[in-house]
């Protein structure tokens, strides 16, 4: 196996289980030294205080000859974020890459979701992954060099009904992609966006009745009887690629990324204007216009109206 990583330094969050696990292992054969957070929370994000799954992944690293060392942090505090790049200078003396991986499910229909279910997937995700990325940045900037992988999700890029605070989160990692490309670029620095699909605890949360009529990192049960295979390590080598020297004039991008498929998502572009080229418009000629010149091919997203 050809080492694109060797002598480089990653941090990977939520790395004990699932997607980052087969991230962590497969920059370890590729000959990064890589640190390992994982808190070992279930996927409601209730501590279990039996497992210890970085400790775990560390073990197998250093039994395939590599070098790895556990964190425990949760990314939800601002302060874990600069303790990992310090935990990266101090252990490696160095650090080269930052892939995001964590997450937590809080589903629920809009209207049955709490205060909390909401607040608690917006500060794993979208903010435990700024946490991350803030302080990796500070350490970039100055190096002028870096690369960094976040998660984004097609619930956010599209749209998944009972998935509000999740789709909200991961919709603003792909926007916060985009901006910290563009933060980033001037100082030799990447961020790319994954959006996997993957069977994963977090996917074993949704039952199979409900699997089929899922989108993206969801829609499981069809891709298997298709005979696609939907294993979270098959992430992995994208996720290396993206953090090699390969990829170094990859910036900003999104891609979906499963089986034996990668693919590069578009980015939001118009697809179709109404112009009046004197005055503007009024709702009555918006009522006229808009089915008939930029609406006639949409199709409403949701299920039948429920008529009981």
């Not at 480089?8 to 790395?15: E, N």
């Not at 409601?44 to 400790?55: L, V």
Request: proline content about 4%; aromatic content about 6%; overall charge neutral.
């Amino acid at each position: 196996m050809t080492e694109i990583l060797k002598d480089k330094v990653a941090i990977v969050t939520g790395a004990g289980r699932g997607i980052g696990r087969g991230i962590a292992l497969l920059f370890a054969r590729h000959g990064a030294r890589v640190v390992v957070n994982d808190p070992g929370v279930n996927v409601d994000g209730s501590t279990d205080n039996s497992s210890r799954p970085a400790a775990q992944v560390v073990e197998e690293i250093e039994q395939l000859g590599g070098q790895a060392v556990a964190n425990y942090d949760s990314v939800a505090d601002f302060h874990t974020g600069e303790s990992l790049v310090r935990q990266a200078l101090t252990t490696f003396g160095r650090l080269d890459s930052v892939v995001t991986s964590h997450g937590i499910l809080r589903d629920r229909m809009i209207f049955n979701m709490s205060e909390q279910e909401w607040g608690d997937v917006i500060n794993v995700h979208l903010k435990g992954t700024f946490n991350v990325v803030k302080h990796a940045c500070s350490h970039f900037r100055d190096q002028k060099s870096g690369s960094i992988v976040t998660m984004t999700s097609e619930s956010g890029l599209i749209g998944n009904a009972g998935q509000a605070n999740y789709g909200a989160a991961k919709s603003g990692i792909a926007g916060f992609t985009k901006v910290v490309a563009r933060d980033m670029g001037r100082y030799g620095v990447t961020c790319n966006s994954i959006a996997p699909r993957a069977v994963t605890r977090m996917t074993a949360t949704v039952s199979p009745s409900k699997r089929e009529q899922l989108p993206g990192d969801f829609a499981i049960a069809s891709a298997e009887g298709d005979g696609v295979r939907m294993a979270p390590e098959d992430v992995a080598p994208f996720a290396a690629y993206l953090a090699s020297d390969y990829a170094v004039n990859i910036n900003g991008q999104v891609f979906l990324v499963y089986g034996n498929t990668i693919a590069l998502m578009t980015q939001p572009r118009i697809s179709k204007a109404i112009f009046k080229p004197q005055g503007y418009w009024t709702v009555e000629e918006l009522r006229i216009a808009m089915p008939r010149d930029v609406c006639a091919e949409l199709v409403n997203p949701a299920p039948p109206r429920d008529t009981n």
